[in-house]
């Protein structure tokens, strides 16, 4: 088991920035891609950015793209979001998630380990 915990969701305006994190408790051997999703209200599961552990790779969906950036803190074991740019389309709560493949699927099924999630709102 490797516990994930996001942090950093809150309320925001359009046009705002904001940055979240995921915190790898205990062991990261053996992780080898860390992901964002997202959910909005009544919609499903969207694959937002995956990075690869050691901080190369870096995916992004269309709809973030050229707006958020994903990396990997080594000294404090997170993976974080930078979120730019943000509008009321961004609103979701958003996921962190760990995979041991090296380059899983966009989908939920590739990854093993999931944080609870942590809410971001846009308002316009």
């Known amino acids: 088991q490797v516990p994930l915990v996001e942090s950093g969701g809150r309320l925001v305006q359009a046009g705002d920035s904001l940055r979240l994190s995921c915190a790898v408790s205990?062991?990261?051997?053996?992780?080898?891609?860390m992901a964002w999703f997202r959910q909005a209200p009544g919609k499903e599961y969207e694959f937002v950015a995956s990075i690869s552990w050691w901080g190369g790779g870096a995916d992004y969906s269309d709809s973030v793209n050229d707006r958020f950036t994903i990396s990997i803190n080594d000294a404090d074991n997170t993976a974080d979001l930078q979120m730019n740019a943000l509008s009321p389309e961004d609103t979701a709560v958003y996921y962190c998630a760990a995979s041991a493949l090296a380059e899983p699927p966009r989908m939920k099924s590739g990854y093993e380990y999931w944080g609870q999630g942590t809410q971001v709102t846009v308002s316009s």
């Open positions: 205990g062991r990261s051997v053996g992780l080898s891609t």
